[in-house]
């Protein structure tokens, strides 16, 4: 069960999505003065190297965060390649750019050091963690306490879905949970599914982010549909956007084409989203699609319902 490690694919496609639009989520649920609990179910390491040993092998961020930043280059430097970059985009790379002053990208933040970034204390927000893996967990562990944060944060090697439960509905009745599972167990898809059912019912006015891989899975496709109906089901509004950067032709190999090149696409599902959310992903996503797209089947969707 424990042969995900997120170090390999750190700061990839995925990654730029699911970070750009937690961000932007944030954003502006931390605009109201109410104190803002986030509760991340499967929160990795926290930190990680894009120059590791886990980046350097996978090169995954090279088709991600590392493209984007060449592209569109950090703030404050050269002139990005896009004429007016989406502000989603811009606050990511902002965000980015704050953990890597040297100005090389060298440091990838994990969800929670995204989140991190966006509390306030001054509101008394708090953010709740759950890593299960026994190297993972201790490297969170380690990379929360030099944040000297305090009771701000507080992390447990505990199962994120059962985790959840306890922290529902936290005592501002305003929160975000982010629900990002490795999937390497098909019953994740299931699980995920009803996490948000039960933690609809306990706190029907919380935000949830849902990430999946788009993949030929039947679980994977059904994975938005089933939201879609339980988010029907419980009258709240919902958001789906999808990132593909398709398949880059020239680097298969004769013969090994069907390997196909990794993750080439995934998925954020959220529920109860901020209003403003869907006109900035608009403008961001293709523009993501531009910057990263690889070939065939690159695009993206963006839906929304309830
Ligand atoms: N949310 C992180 C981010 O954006 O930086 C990445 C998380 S990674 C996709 C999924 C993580 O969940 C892995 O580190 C894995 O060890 C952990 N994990 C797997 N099953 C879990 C469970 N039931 N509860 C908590 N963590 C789990």
Redesign the pocket.
Known sequence: ??S???GF??GNHA?VL??AM?IAILKHLTQKDAALTVV???????L?RLDGDYAGTSGEAEDGVVKLFTALAPPGSAKPAIEDVAPLIQDYMELIAEFNPQGTLKIY??????VQKLLRTEARDKLKL????PT??KALAANIAQLNAGRQIAGAR??????LKAFLPPPSRRGLV?I???Y??KS?YA?VATCIQDSLKRFPTGTYAV?YPVIPRPEAHDLPRRLKTLSNQAGKPWLHATLAIGQDEARNVPGEEARGQGLTASGMFIVNPPHTLKAALTQALPQLVKVLGRGRGQGHTLESGG
């Open positions: 069960m424990y995900y490690r997120h694919h750190a990654d699911k970070h937690l991340d179910t499967h929160a990795g390491a926290g990680y933040p994990g969800s929670p050091f995204v759950f890593e299960m893996h993972d967990s505990q199962d994120g879905f059962e985790g982010l990002d599972p490795s390497e167990i994740d699980k990430w």
